[in-house]
């Protein structure tokens, strides 16, 4: 983001709603596109640069979980706070939204204000990850773009985001393979939760909460490695400390 206005992605299939998101945010000096479900969203991202995202979960052709799962596999795409305007307000619901790591999951009535607070918040957030993405060598060991990294069984392209496991190509998220890239580069060191939860989120929180954002992510990784719930494999967890990564082996 730059000096210029923030631009937000609205979208949802109910044409008054938008219109009253429209109104709303561009009365607070927000620029409004809209978009009336996933897969308008999805055409329109590669035309305009979107701040932030504010999605229904119900929708025709492409709804907001499938949504946010499509964008997470994109690395242009994966950073842009993501937050579920949504009528469902079942527990699972939020639940099931949170555990795919998106970033706000707020009712339809929510207050004005809250509803301003919190896009205010991410955004602020967002400027922070974009810092931290800048700085993101400092995690690192003087790899260049161009290196393989290989450690024991596992392989990473830095340059194409393509990860390797025991011969297999695997399919990660960008915040996925970002939080293994930062563990490789650091293998057998810990690195803090709250190191990991800036470089995936660019978010700075205290650790039982950056704790509690970061351990969906690295369940769904260890799953995604094969490894059964509870089966640390080679990313082991440093309770109330950080992770490490130990170099796997057959």
Same mark, same amino acid.
């Given at each position: 983001?730059?000096?210029? #206005?923030?631009?937000?992605? =609205?979208?949802?299939?109910?044409?008054?709603?938008?219109?009253?998101?429209?109104?709303?945010?561009? $009365?607070?000096?927000?620029?409004? !596109?809209?978009?009336?479900?996933?897969?308008?969203?999805?055409?329109?991202?590669?035309? @305009?640069?979107?701040?932030?995202?504010?999605?229904?979960?119900?929708?025709?052709?492409?709804?907001?979980?499938?949504?946010?799962? #499509?964008?997470?596999?994109?690395? =242009?795409?994966?950073?842009?706070?993501?937050?579920?305007?949504?009528?469902?307000?079942?527990? $699972?619901? !939020?639940?099931?939204?949170?555990?795919?790591?998106?970033?706000?999951?707020?009712?339809?009535?929510?207050?004005?204000?809250?509803?301003?607070?919190?896009?205010?918040?991410?955004?602020?957030?967002? @400027?922070?990850?974009?810092?931290?993405?800048?700085?993101? @060598? *400092?995690? *690192?060991? $003087?790899? $260049?773009?161009?290196?393989?990294?290989?450690?024991?069984?596992?392989?990473?392209?830095?340059?194409?985001?393509?990860?390797?496991?025991?011969?297999?190509?695997?399919?990660?998220?960008?915040?996925?393979? #970002?939080?293994?890239?930062?563990?490789?580069?650091? =293998?057998?060191?810990?690195?803090?939760?709250?190191?990991?939860?800036?470089?995936?989120?660019?978010?700075?929180?205290?650790?039982?909460? =950056?704790?509690?954002?970061?351990?969906?992510?690295?369940?769904?990784?260890?799953?995604?490695?094969?490894?059964?719930?509870?089966?640390?494999?080679?990313?082991? *967890?440093?309770?109330? !400390?950080?992770?490490?990564?130990?170099?796997?082996?057959?």
């Amino acid at each position: 983001m730059d000096g210029s #206005q923030p631009v937000i992605l =609205a979208i949802d299939d109910d044409p008054a709603f938008r219109r009253y998101l429209h109104e709303l945010l561009g $009365s607070f000096g927000y620029q409004v !596109v809209e978009a009336e479900d996933g897969l308008e969203a999805l055409a329109l991202l590669p035309q @305009r640069k979107i701040d932030l995202i504010l999605a229904d979960v119900a929708m025709p052709r492409l709804n907001g979980y499938q949504l946010f799962a #499509q964008l997470s596999e994109h690395p =242009a795409w994966a950073s842009i706070p993501f937050i579920f305007l949504s009528a469902r307000t079942m527990d $699972s619901d !939020v639940r099931y939204a949170k555990e795919m790591g998106v970033d706000d999951y707020l009712m339809k009535d929510v207050g004005v204000e809250d509803l301003l607070a919190t896009v205010r918040g991410k955004l602020a957030l967002a @400027r922070r990850y974009m810092r931290a993405r800048g700085d993101a @060598r *400092s995690f *690192s060991s $003087s790899l $260049s773009d161009n290196d393989m990294l290989e450690l024991g069984t596992l392989r990473l392209d830095v340059l194409r985001h393509a990860v390797w496991f025991r011969g297999e190509r695997l399919r990660l998220s960008a915040r996925e393979f #970002q939080l293994l890239r930062c563990l490789a580069e650091r =293998a057998t060191a810990v690195v803090p939760t709250r190191e990991l939860i800036e470089l995936t989120h660019g978010q700075r929180m205290e650790d039982e909460e =950056a704790g509690r954002l970061l351990r969906p992510l690295v369940r769904s990784l260890r799953r995604k490695f094969g490894y059964e719930i509870g089966e640390p494999g080679f990313i082991e *967890s440093m309770r109330g !400390v950080g992770y490490r990564l130990l170099p796997p082996t057959e």
